[in-house]
């Protein structure tokens, strides 16, 4: 059977610890899918094909992995790819409150939607988008954590969101 799998999330930029779950993940599938959720954008530092686009470059050599944009509810996108089930990546205690919460309304809104987590790696455990944006923003090494096409954007659009420095 062709296994598919469903990795959302909004990848504002694509960490070290996202890579990580990629590929793990895709040891698990045929094809797994990263879906890149443009809808709820409010606040986004990159736009969806930006965001896109740094994940197409990170994921070059990873068999069986795919980077898609989502639009709307990811209960039409896996239904619409017939996927097997949705991934996502569990850091310590701090992610189970909302995965959980997310897991139950997807189930609830279509109950043959199942989430499946992988625990992050000890080594990105740590990492988030959000910190990663903060750090880069105030002039600090982020080559350990996002890749390096990401940075110099990355660094660029922080600073000038912190009035560090030019747009
Ligand atoms: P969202 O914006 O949907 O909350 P993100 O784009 O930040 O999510 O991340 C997508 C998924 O990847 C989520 O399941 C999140 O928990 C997981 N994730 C993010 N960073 C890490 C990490 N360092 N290790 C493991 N999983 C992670």
Redesign the pocket.
């Known amino acids: 059977m062709n296994r598919i799998a469903v990795?959302?999330?909004?990848?504002?930029p694509v960490?070290f610890?996202?890579l990580?779950?990629i590929r793990r993940g895709a040891r698990l599938v045929d094809r797994l899918v990263v879906a890149v959720?443009v809808n709820s954008e409010k606040n986004a530092l990159f736009t969806g094909d930006e965001r896109i686009g740094f994940l197409q470059e990170a994921v070059v050599g990873i068999p069986g992995v795919e980077v898609c944009r989502m639009d709307g509810l990811l209960v039409d996108f896996v239904r619409h790819l017939n996927a097997h089930f949705v991934l996502?990546?569990?850091?310590a205690v701090a992610?189970f409150e909302?995965?959980f919460q997310m897991a139950c309304m997807n189930r609830q809104l279509s109950s043959d939607v199942e989430t499946v987590f992988?625990v992050?790696?000890e080594e990105?455990?740590?990492?988030?988008?959000r910190l990663v944006r903060e750090i880069a923003g105030m002039g600090g090494d982020v080559t350990r954590f996002t890749p390096a096409g990401v940075i110099p954007e990355l660094r660029r659009r922080m600073m000038a969101r912190l009035g560090r420095g030019p747009a």
């Open positions: 990795y959302p999330g909004s990848f504002d960490t610890g996202h990580d779950i959720a996502r990546g569990l850091r992610d909302y995965e992988l992050s790696g990105t455990m740590f990492l988030s988008s």
